[in-house]
């Protein structure tokens, strides 16, 4: 039977290549979500009559909201069914992008920002849903590995077409037009779900039985909610010091969040079924790797709104900045993407050669070399489009390769979780770093634009992350994780 053949007898739930088609649509949008936004974030600031520090927030609630809910939709997911939570997930983010489009004053807009981060459960239930309805194929693993690999490379075409896109219209239209593009994306995703994805008999779907199952144990709601209240409370804080950097009700909160975290930790080692298995964070050969993951979110995930809000103030009017439109500067961010791709690709190939410690650690040293370069070098488009391609390359490498770092580094029971772990330690990374850039860059802001102080900040701060990681990477992180 050929491989064709063998893609479209799946029962029950129609074929496995009509199910990867469907799910390749949601994440080309995605995709889109990722990139079609980042060069308008100036023009959103203006909209709403906020500083372009404050767009930082926006990264910052969402990545926070997104550490929530990738846990949380994974096990919701083994317990009612993959396709349910990936449906759920779906509606929620539409209904997300287009109260974008319609949101009344800023805190609504940041609001509706941080609920359309549910998108980022998509490619983690996508896998499992595919995982799953590819059980009945000779070769589910290398089936599943392929229909992952055509998802991701969906993923990073729609960040592409989604960031050049958003720069060019943008030029050309009003907001709320540009804001209306990918809310009705994200309404065919809804469909594409409904259609292409057929529901499975429960008796064919193991995930979906798990409530069913009298062995199984409660959700761990205790441990949800102590963690979201930390993660509230975290947030407060730094919105307090963004005002002021004495105000004691921001460190009590700081304080009191660590305390639930504290409280937390308690939970979940007590929880049969936890959240987060916390006992994976004192392993010594999964630590440094969750670490690493941590410090490389602060630029991967935190930096990219100080990029774009950098590319788009005008030097004549600051005496910083790039004075790009918003189409120059989805180009840059359409180069970073590409680039990143490439190193993704450039990984399996130099790691064969130079073995995978040496590779990673040069990968964090590609990116801290990036960052380092911005300080001297950040006074025109040609400078910029460099330093962006080498942290690009750097990046693409360390976004590949660190989820099967930590899957080798783990024990053989537990590697879906710790790569699990590692992506949501490398979000709450980009979201402590996008809040803490967003105070740094309105220390000194006059007028609309953020401070030259506050982007030197963000440069240096991200050079020092990825050169710690390296650091980790070539001298503390075990041999058995390559």
Same mark, same amino acid.
């Given at each position: 039977?050929?491989?064709? +053949? ?33 060069? @308008? ?19 910052? %609630? ?10 949380? #939709? ?25 109260? !974008? ?5 800023? $805190? ?28 009945? &194929?000779?070769?589910?693993? &290398? ?21 050049? *896109? ?19 994306? =994200? ?23 798990? *409530?069913?199952?009298?062995? %199984? ?7 949800? /909610? ?48 936890? @959240? ?14 969750? !670490? ?17 809000? #950098? %590319? ?5 009017? &600051? ?21 990143? +791709? ?26 801290? @070399? ?7 070098? &950040? ?30 580094? /783990?024990?053989? =029971?537990? =590697? ?26 309105? +220390? ?6 953020? +401070? ?6 963000? $440069?240096?701060?991200?050079? *020092?992350?990825? #050169?710690?990681?390296?650091? !980790?990477?070539?001298?503390? !992180?075990?041999?058995? *994780?390559?």
């Amino acid at each position: 039977m050929n491989k064709t +053949s063998r893609l479209k007898t799946l029962p029950a739930g129609g074929s496995l290549f009509a199910v990867v088609g469907a799910l390749a649509f949601v994440e080309f949008v995605s995709g889109i979500i990722q990139g079609y936004y980042t060069p @308008l974030l100036t023009d959103i600031a203006r909209n709403f009559g906020v500083n372009d520090a404050d767009v930082n927030w926006l990264e910052g %609630a969402q990545l926070m909201l997104s550490a929530l809910v990738v846990p949380l #939709f994974a096990k919701l997911g083994d317990r009612v069914g993959h396709r349910r939570m990936l449906l759920i997930s779906a509606v929620l983010t539409a209904a997300a992008t287009l109260a !974008l489009a319609f949101a009344p004053g800023w $805190w609504w807009f940041m609001a509706a920002w941080a609920l359309q981060g549910v998108y980022v459960v998509w490619l983690p239930l996508e896998i499992a849903l595919v995982w799953i309805r590819a059980a009945d &194929h000779p070769d589910s693993k &290398h089936t599943t590995a392929k229909a992952a690999g055509v998802l991701v490379a969906c993923l990073q075409l729609g960040a592409i077409a989604g960031a050049l *896109a958003g720069g060019a219209l943008i030029d050309s239209l009003p907001l709320l037009t540009v804001l209306l593009v990918p809310a009705a994306a =994200t309404v065919l995703c809804v469909i594409a779900v409904l259609i292409g994805v057929k529901p499975r008999p429960r008796a064919a779907n193991p995930a979906a039985n798990t *409530a069913a199952n009298p062995a %199984a144990t409660g959700f761990d709601s205790a441990g949800m /909610a102590v963690i979201a209240t930390a993660l509230v409370l975290f947030t407060g804080a730094l919105i307090l010091l963004r005002v002021s950097l004495t105000n004691p009700w921001a460190w009590s909160a700081l304080a009191l969040s660590l305390g639930f975290v504290a409280l937390f930790v308690r939970i979940e080692r007590r929880h049969p079924d936890p @959240l987060i298995d916390v006992s994976m964070f004192r392993n010594n050969a999964l630590w440094p790797v969750f !670490l690493t993951a941590g410090l490389f979110g602060m630029s991967v995930l935190g930096a990219q709104a100080p990029l774009s809000t #950098f %590319a788009r103030t005008d030097p004549a009017e &600051h005496g910083f900045g790039l004075g790009a439109p918003g189409f120059k500067t989805s180009l840059l961010i359409g180069v970073y993407v590409l680039v990143m +791709s490439i190193g993704a690709l450039l990984y399996p190939r130099l790691r064969a050669y130079f073995g995978g410690k040496r590779v990673l650690a040069g990968a964090a040293l590609t990116v801290a @070399l990036g960052y380092g370069l911005f300080v001297p070098f &950040h006074h025109d488009y040609l400078q910029v489009l460099i330093n962006m391609a080498i942290v690009g390359c750097g990046s693409g490498m360390l976004v590949a390769a660190l989820p099967a770092a930590a899957a080798a580094a /783990a024990p053989t =029971t537990q =590697t879906g979780v710790a790569t699990g772990l590692t992506n949501s330690v490398k979000t709450v990374g980009g979201a402590v770093a996008s809040c803490v850039f967003g105070i740094a860059l309105l +220390s000194g802001a006059t007028g609309t634009a953020g +401070s030259i102080s506050g982007y030197y900040t963000v $440069w240096i701060v991200c050079s *020092a992350s990825a #050169f710690i990681a390296a650091l !980790l990477l070539m001298f503390v !992180l075990p041999k058995r *994780a390559f």
